[in-house]
């Protein structure tokens, strides 16, 4: 296979909370995590020269080995000591720094399309352990649908499916930097931990209202304080016939439930009627897991 064409498609935290802090500053968090049909085009093509090579849409992103795509190609080529190169086109749509794991997709693609194109012979499990070396939402976006995430991210326990619903997206325009959220975090006291349970409750009944009234984010105070438009986004959204609204990791992303297509239309023109997000979309969630 000299050429794979791969979908990594962005997640949204339908929950997290942070229950613990280690020594190397990384926190250990229980996340109820659903994959979304929110996607970038990653586009591996084999090379007869050695190197990586990032080509990109976005003129901002890095094409060195500050990008993850490459950090994960680099992983795998030093490993597996592949001769010869890969040039990796990223199409990106899914908002980047936005809390919807777009980097983090864009790695579990290259590890999964790497594994394929090169025969490595590894097993989603090496794949993921892999893949926390990169960052701690990388095994999720390998495994993807609707899963409880523990430890800091990897500890994946697969859970009952989202109900059918459409999810409104806003992201403001400014970038949050995920180390300095859950830093302040750190010099706050937690009030309020959100009822992850709850969640669990309502997807296993298959309650999306249920669901909906359940959802909370701990790191969601941290990043309003800074950035009030958070909160009118959420405001607008719960105004505009949402069933619960909230902020996606560690922001500034904001996504509403919505039960049927015509609200949550109504709902984004809203948002952009407001001015409070330029990048607004509409997507399913996607609940089918990768094998
Ligand atoms: C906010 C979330 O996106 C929610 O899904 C994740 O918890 C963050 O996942 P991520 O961006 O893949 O995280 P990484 O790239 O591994 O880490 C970025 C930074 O976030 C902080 N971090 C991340 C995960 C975690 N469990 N505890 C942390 O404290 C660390 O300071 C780290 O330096
Ligand atoms: N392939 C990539 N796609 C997007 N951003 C990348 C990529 N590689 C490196 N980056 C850098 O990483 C930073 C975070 O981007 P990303 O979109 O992954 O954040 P995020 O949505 O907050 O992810 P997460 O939800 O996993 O925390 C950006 O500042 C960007 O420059």
């Known amino acids: 296979m000299e050429k794979l064409e791969l979908k990594a498609l962005g997640k949204i935290n339908l929950g997290l909370d942070v229950i613990g802090r280690r020594d190397n500053g990384y926190h250990d968090v229980r996340m109820v995590m659903q994959t979304l049909y929110l996607y970038d085009n990653v586009v591996l093509e084999k090379k007869t020269e050695p190197g990586i090579e990032i080509e990109s849409n976005l003129f901002f992103l890095p094409k060195d080995d500050n990008n993850i795509a490459y950090k994960a190609a ?5 490993e597996f ?14 908002p980047v720094a936005a809390g919807m794991a777009g980097g983090s997709s864009n790695a579990a693609a290259v590890l999964y399309g790497m594994n394929r194109m090169f025969g490595l012979g590894l097993s989603q ?25 523990e430890g ?8 009952a499916p989202m ?15 995920t180390k300095l959220v859950y830093e302040k975090l750190d010099s706050k006291e937690i009030e ?9 409750a309502g997807l296993e009944a298959g309650d999306l209202s249920a669901v909906a009234s359940s959802m909370g984010n701990v790191l969601e105070k941290v990043t309003v304080e800074e950035y ?5 986004i959420k405001e607008c959204m719960l105004r505009g016939g949402a069933l619960g609204a909230m902020m996606s990791g560690s922001g500034p992303t ?14 984004s023109e809203l948002v952009k009627e407001q001015g409070l997000a330029r990048q607004v979309y509409i997507a399913n969630v996607h609940n089918a897991r990768r094998r």
């Open 74 to 78: 680099k992983l795998l080529i030093d």
């Open 81 to 94: 000591q592949i001769q010869g190169g890969i040039k990796i086109t990223l199409d990106k749509h899914i």
């Open 125 to 149: 499990e090496e794949l993921m352990e892999r893949g926390v070396v990169l960052g701690a939402d990388v095994p999720y976006c390998i495994m993807r649908g609707t899963v409880l995430a």
């Open 152 to 159: 800091i991210g990897e500890v994946l326990t697969p859970l």
């Open 163 to 177: 109900p059918k619903c459409q999810i409104l997206i806003a992201k403001p325009p400014i970038s949050v930097s």
């Open 192 to 200: 309020q931990h959100p009822d992850i349970d709850g969640i669990i």
């Open 228 to 232: 009030p438009v958070i909160a009118q």
């Open 254 to 267: 904001v996504f509403g439930i919505f039960k049927d297509r015509r609200t949550v239309k109504q709902a």
